[in-house]
């Protein structure tokens, strides 16, 4: 439904065409691999890896298209991983217009930037917090944390991170002393809250 709508939206406007469709992450690297478009238009919730991992994948490639990430999904790390990766828009799905989306598209393709509402509330909100995950957590112990709470093993993360499954348990402890909670279940429950299952863990270990 998503494709749908983006590929609606670009086709009314004469000055835009769509050179590509994809459905999974794997598609949508080998398509941009091929057709380096301009500006690409990508879901976080795609079904193997997410938008973020895409542009990374791309970036390695030497490719760097503009982007404009799309999703529901407005949570702190979800915002945190989307500043990480420098891209230049971001549109809530649950706000989204076809005007909005028109914008949002033009103003990347000419340099500008374009993020909801929402997305900069979160943002600025997790700026001003001295004690947002970002400020207590290294990148490793954040992706460790994601792992975690998508119930992932000790030895898979070990795998995953090419680390030892005794750094994975002390990179946890570090994790619970910072957050200051003092059980397992009470660290996913704070992942979860935070939105640290954003579906990095499942990228990394594809």
């Known amino acids: 439904m998503t494709r749908d709508f983006v590929r609606k939206v670009c086709l009314e406007e004469p000055d835009l065409e769509v050179v590509a469709e994809a459905s999974t992450g794997y598609e949508a690297v080998e398509r941009i691999l091929q057709t380096h478009p301009d500006v690409v238009v990508l879901d976080i919730g795609l079904p193997d890896f997410d938008?973020?991992?895409?542009?990374?994948?791309?970036?390695?490639?030497?490719v760097r298209p503009k982007a404009l990430i799309l999703s529901s999904n407005g949570n702190p790390y979800v915002v945190f991983r989307i500043e990480q990766a420098?891209?230049?828009?971001?549109?809530?799905?649950r706000e989204q217009t076809a005007d909005t989306l028109r914008f949002a598209i033009r103003s990347i393709r000419s340099n500008r930037t374009y993020f909801s509402e929402s997305f900069n509330r979160i943002r600025n909100r997790r700026h001003l917090d001295p004690f947002a995950f970002d400020k207590l957590l290294t990148n490793q112990q954040m992706l460790v944390l994601a792992m975690v709470a998508d119930l992932i093993s000790d030895e898979k993360i070990a795998s995953s991170l090419a680390i030892s499954e005794r750094t994975v348990e002390a990179h946890r402890t570090a994790i619970m002393r910072k957050l200051g909670v003092h059980s397992r279940t009470e660290l996913i429950l704070f992942a979860k809250m935070q939105g640290f299952t954003s579906g990095q863990s499942q990228s990394n270990l594809s």
């Not at 938008?51 to 030497?62: A, C, M, T």
């Not at 420098?86 to 799905?93: I, L, M, N, T």
């Open 86 to 93: 420098a891209v230049q828009g971001f549109v809530d799905k």
């Open 51 to 62: 938008g973020i991992e895409v542009l990374s994948r791309v970036r390695e490639n030497g």
